[in-house]
């Protein structure tokens, strides 16, 4: 049997090891080298073309709509990382003055939500985790989804995020407090002016697009983001506006690539929606397909 490994860039460093594992068992194994940025990231195309029967794709829990029917069995192995929950829980309860806390955290730690919960409640905390929908654990983000939040933000006064580094948390909409809480239990935060300067950033971008008469819209063909069918939405309803507008296509977002089409003014990115906050790389505004929905009302 043939299968393809696919890591995301942290794990990366594991390729050998499991690769040495599988082939000790009998099985041929091929490894991608293409970046990966989550569960919507799936090397259908390399395992295609190299012939592999699987896909073994490693540090995500699978996404409902990524990988059905296309011909390549997908085996998920999730990869989770061990927290020191009491300590955790500890600096939450020192630092974060509210009394209902929504729990969040990415997926190599949701498996240890219910206890910094249970450890939390024991400090006079009250606390929920919610349910996203595309989501596998309680509590659980993605880049794109924080339907986890929104399922319990009515009931809680704040929300804290175990994660390691920033981009999980920035992605948030809320109107209530957010702390950032380390995995390694030394550090909180409250990251409410963090996110709302972000927001701030991508509305400066939609007014900019406003702006503009030329738009490329950009569609990957990663599966969990394959979004045609939307691209040429946009682009009819751009046109029937009045601006020129053209669909390009590309399995990874590339910005410095983009910068080579000097014809367009703006791009609407209709992959994954967090791209669109690295527009300073590519010096042009860069917007989501929800800022888009907004902009056509607005012109």
């Known amino acids: 049997m043939r299968v393809l490994l696919q890591f995301p860039e942290g794990l990366k460093k594991l390729a050998l090891e499991k690769t ?31 012939g592999a029967e699987k896909i073994i794709h490693y540090g995500h829990s699978k996404m409902a709509e990524a990988g059905e029917k296309q011909g390549v069995k997908i085996e998920y192995e999730e990869y989770p990382i061990e927290i020191n929950a009491r300590k955790i829980a500890e600096k939450i309860a020192e630092k974060v003055k509210f009394e209902k806390i929504g729990l969040l955290t990415t997926v190599q730690h949701a498996k240890q939500l219910g206890e910094i919960k249970k450890l939390l409640e024991e400090k006079g905390k009250k606390v929920l985790i919610g349910k996203g929908k595309r989501t596998k654990y309680d509590g659980q983000i993605l880049g794109c989804e924080y339907d986890a939040a929104a399922s319990v933000e009515t009931l809680v006064d704040c929300f804290a995020i175990i994660c390691g580094g920033r981009f999980h948390f920035l992605g ?10 380390s995995t390694d239990g030394e550090k909180i935060e ?21 702006e503009a008469k ?86």
Not at 20 to 42: F, H, N, Q, T, W
Not at 190 to 210: H, N, T
């Open 20 to 50: 040495r594992e599988l082939e000790e068992k009998g099985v041929e194994v091929i490894v991608s080298s293409s970046p990966c940025y989550g569960a919507c990231d799936l090397a259908i195309e390399e395992a295609k073309a190299t």
């Open 214 to 299: 030329n738009f490329g819209v950009i569609v990957s063909t990663k599966i969990g983001q394959k979004n045609l069918e939307k691209a040429r939405e946009i682009k009819k309803k751009l046109e029937a506006k009045g601006r020129n507008t053209a669909i390009l296509v590309s399995n990874e977002v590339n910005f410095e690539s983009l910068k080579n089409f000097h014809s367009f003014d703006c791009f609407i990115n209709t992959a994954c929606p967090r791209i669109s906050e690295d527009y300073e790389r590519l010096e042009k505004p860069v917007i989501n397909t929800k800022q888009a929905e907004e902009m056509l009302e607005m012109i």
């Open 190 to 210: 409250e990251v409410s002016l963090e996110i709302m300067k972000m927001k701030k950033r991508m509305k400066g971008m939609l007014l900019k697009a406003l």
């Open 172 to 181: 948030i909409e809320t109107s209530k407090p957010v702390f950032h809480a």
